[in-house]
């Protein structure tokens, strides 16, 4: 079983960032992704980013998120500007062993591991 490690969540005012990182215990992975859930809300796709480097972001946060790798390749980091309350959550790391492409990444039953999640707060 694969480990995944999340830090760098915390409280921020609107306006202000964030950086999350996420770090596999083993190299084995095609594609990582962030997953956010807000409370009384579903699990929704922040971004993920698969080992050619191609990434995909929700509609939500594109220009203001930006998701990459290291140069291990264990650890995924994901840069979270202008933030804004919406982006209030809990957010969590996750593991695919398969290439997703548009319409499959943000699909949470895609991916076998997960983190155990790190809390984002965005105030007014």
């Known amino acids: 079983q694969i480990q995944l490690t999340e830090s760098g969540g915390g409280s921020v005012q609107a306006g202000g960032s964030l950086r999350l990182t996420c770090t596999a215990s083993?190299?084995?992975?095609?594609?990582m992704a962030w997953f956010r859930q807000a409370p009384g809300k579903e699990r929704e796709g922040v971004a993920a980013?698969?080992?050619?480097?191609?990434?995909y972001y929700a509609e939500s946060v594109k220009d203001r998120f930006f998701l990459d790798r290291d140069a291990t390749a264990r650890t995924i980091m994901l840069q979270m500007d202008a933030l804004s309350p919406e982006d209030t959550g809990i957010y969590y790391c996750?593991?695919?062993?398969?290439?997703?492409?548009?319409?499959?990444?943000?699909?949470?039953?895609?991916?076998?591991?997960w983190g155990q999640g790190t809390q984002v707060t965005v105030a007014v």
């Open positions: 996750a593991r695919s062993g398969d290439v997703l492409r548009s319409g499959q990444w943000n699909d949470a039953s895609r991916y076998t591991d």
């Open positions: 083993k190299y084995t992975w095609s594609t």
């Open positions: 980013v698969r080992q050619s480097g191609t990434g």
